[in-house]
């Protein structure tokens, strides 16, 4: 497989400070999504971008993708003590009927 | 109210025994999925489905089945032949477009 690898892997900040990660993948890809993980529990879908597209807001998040450097970025602005969680890129790769997960960044807000 | 439902939250049993978690899903979705989670790591993917009476195994197929005998169930089937299955066990699906996938809270397997 084509695990994504992300960067951080843990990322402590305090509340109302903007957060980024970085996610950096492998092969060819369709899309690339990003994924939100409270601890013990499912994956929530966050956003998606398509390969053909730069950059894509959602609220508060913002999410940039170089395909000819292979990486992706999130930023989430102006952060909550609700956004601690870990947050995962998937990329859906070119000729694949499934996503590749990375190994995840844990981000910490401190109220 | 849909969604995906995953049941037990938490198993427990001992080497040896084989153990069937259960996911059950209410959006219609076509494609289904189960993924292995161990601490601090990423997904990895088990099976997945893509209609009813068809799987493909994924990364880490070995010591695990599934059935797909209805569009709305997907049990997963944790085998004595899987060396090390305590882990974190999600359940996904996704429609037909297969872009966006919905997870199920997940069953915590632990085995002793």
């Known amino acids: 497989s084509q695990q994504g690898e992300e960067d951080p892997q843990a990322l402590s900040i305090q509340e109302g400070e903007n957060a980024t990660m970085n996610c950096s993948y492998k092969?060819?890809?369709?899309?690339l999504q990003w994924y939100r993980q409270n601890s013990g529990r499912g994956l929530v879908h966050l956003i998606l971008?398509?390969?053909?597209?730069r950059e894509k807001h959602s609220g508060r998040l913002r999410v940039t993708l170089d395909t000819s450097k292979k990486s992706s970025s999130l930023l989430i602005t102006a952060s909550r003590a609700a956004d601690t969680a870990s947050y995962f890129c998937?990329?859906?790769?070119?000729?694949?009927?499934?996503?590749?997960f990375g190994t995840g960044t844990r981000l910490t807000v401190i109220p | 109210d849909g969604g995906i439902t995953q049941s037990p939250k938490y198993l427990f049993r001992k080497e040896g025994q084989n153990v069937t978690l259960s996911c059950e899903q209410n959006?219609?979705?076509?494609?289904m999925y189960w993924y292995r989670q161990d601490p601090g790591q990423g997904l990895r993917l088990i099976y997945y489905?893509?209609?009813?009476?068809?799987?493909q195994k994924g990364d880490i197929a070995e010591g695990y089945s599934v059935s797909r005998e209805k569009k709305e169930s997907f049990p997963l089937t944790v085998t004595s032949a899987q060396k090390n299955p305590t882990a974190f066990y999600l359940c996904?699906?996704?429609?037909?477009?297969?872009?966006?996938?919905?997870f199920g809270p997940g069953t915590r397997l632990t085995v002793t």
């Open positions: 998937a990329t859906e790769e070119t000729g694949a009927n499934n996503l590749f």
């Open positions: 959006l219609n979705h076509d494609a």
């Open positions: 489905s893509q209609i009813v009476n068809d799987f």
């Open positions: 092969t060819s890809i369709n899309n």
């Open positions: 996904a699906s996704s429609d037909r477009t297969r872009i966006e996938q919905y």
């Open positions: 971008i398509r390969s053909n597209e």
